[in-house]
Nanobody
Framework: QVQLVESGGGLVQPGGSLRLSCAVS????????MAWERQAPGKQRELVAA???????NYTSSVKGRFTISRDNAKNTVLLQMNSLKPEDTAVYYC??????????????WGQGTQVTVSS
């Protein structure tokens, strides 16, 4: 059993910052890729940022230069620092991980989602 617990969402004014955190626990052997996705009302879910086990990152073009994804392998945690937030960043943000379990299988999991609202 694997659990993902997200935190850090909320309401922020345009230009403000938020930091999302996702802690992974349970039957974890090793974690491969970690990522953040988001889904705005009436829109498809999109990949926001991802980071490999070696630390290679990639971002969707709309957040480049404003968002930073990082991971703490010792704590099985992935972070998303969001700066210069815009109203169009408003969405539910989901943590996503691909990992090897202690049983040896490769599995993918998502968190429950955390709401980010950017509004004045």
């Amino acid at each position: 059993q694997v659990q993902l617990v997200e935190s850090g969402g909320g309401l922020v004014q345009p230009g403000g910052s938020l930091r999302l955190s996702c802690a992974v626990s349970g039957s974890i052997g090793s974690i491969n890729a970690m990522a953040w996705e988001r889904q705005a009302p009436g829109k498809q879910r999109e990949l926001v940022a991802a980071i490999t086990s070696r630390g290679t990152t990639n971002y969707t073009s709309s957040v480049k230069g404003r968002f930073t994804i990082s991971r703490d392998n010792a704590k099985n945690t992935v972070l998303l620092q969001m700066n210069s937030l815009k109203p169009e960043d408003t969405a539910v943000y989901y943590c996503n991980v691909v990992l090897h379990t202690t049983r040896g299988s490769v599995e993918e999991y998502w968190g429950q989602g955390t709401q980010v609202t950017v509004s004045s």
